[in-house]
């Protein structure tokens, strides 16, 4: 039996034009392409920045992000997404599934990933780097992360902020992903350790609806859930 190849292709953080050209190619020659999305019934924000690479002819397999918490029932969620690549792949097909940013940065296609192995432990499986997030935010906001021999710790918000706890306590440079409703408590902590003023905010990087905020304080109250793509930068450095 011949196996088609997965690709895994990172399509940068929300503007068409940071696609790698490497994955733009394989976009536009590809015959099945598995596209994440939020919700049913909402627009894949993966597929309203990548779409204008994907072939006429592809046929489109949309993933919906599963709201299950516990571990099992994430598990079977993602081995089903695996059986449904393996399913294609099985027939010789190839298969691109695209994720924002990169590929292998706190990305659902890791996931399918692992479970895809053990299904098809012979697949060939190759990944295409993208621009993380975190980068063009630094880019956007002129707001350099690593310089001289400074470290960079880069961290996903969560409900307890035990490393971030910890991360204000070292002299280095933080990026926060995914703040969405955990903004309060990071701002709290961010008071409590004079950093405030060396943080910014950013919103949906390099989409239509982007949205850039020095002074965090004006924020207050007003970041919710939905401010899921959204990223802050602290410059924790002494110098």
Not at 139 to 153: D, H, M, Q, T
Request: glycine letters at 8%; a negative charge.
């Amino acid at each position: 039996m011949t196996l088609g190849t997965l690709y895994g292709i990172g399509i940068g953080p929300g503007d068409p034009e940071l696609m790698t050209v490497k994955g733009a190619r394989l976009l536009s020659e590809a015959k099945h392409i598995f596209v994440p999305r939020g919700h049913k019934g909402r627009d894949s924000v993966a597929h309203n920045i990548a779409g204008g690479y994907f072939s006429k002819e592809a046929e489109i397999h949309e993933v919906v992000f599963h709201a299950a918490e516990d571990s099992d029932g994430l598990q079977k969620y993602w081995y089903d997404v695996a059986r449904d690549v393996a399913s294609v792949i099985e027939k010789g097909d190839d298969v691109c599934f695209i994720t924002l940013g990169d590929a292998l940065f706190y990305s659902t296609y890791i996931y399918v990933v692992w479970e895809l192995r053990k299904i098809l432990p012979e697949v060939v499986i190759e990944t295409v780097p993208g621009i993380p997030a975190f980068s063009a935010v630094s880019s956007i906001a002129e707001f350099p992360l690593g310089y001289r021999k400074n470290p960079v710790l880069v961290i996903p918000a969560d409900d307890e902020m035990d490393v971030l706890k910890r991360a204000v306590k070292n002299d280095c440079s933080i990026a926060i992903m995914k703040v969405g409703n955990h903004f309060e408590k990071i701002l709290e902590i961010l008071e409590e350790n004079n950093l405030v003023n060396r943080s910014v905010f950013v919103a949906k990087v390099g989409l239509p609806e982007q949205r850039i905020e020095w002074d965090l304080r004006s924020l207050k109250g007003k970041i919710t859930k939905k401010e899921y793509l959204s990223i802050i930068l602290i410059n924790n450095n002494s110098d």
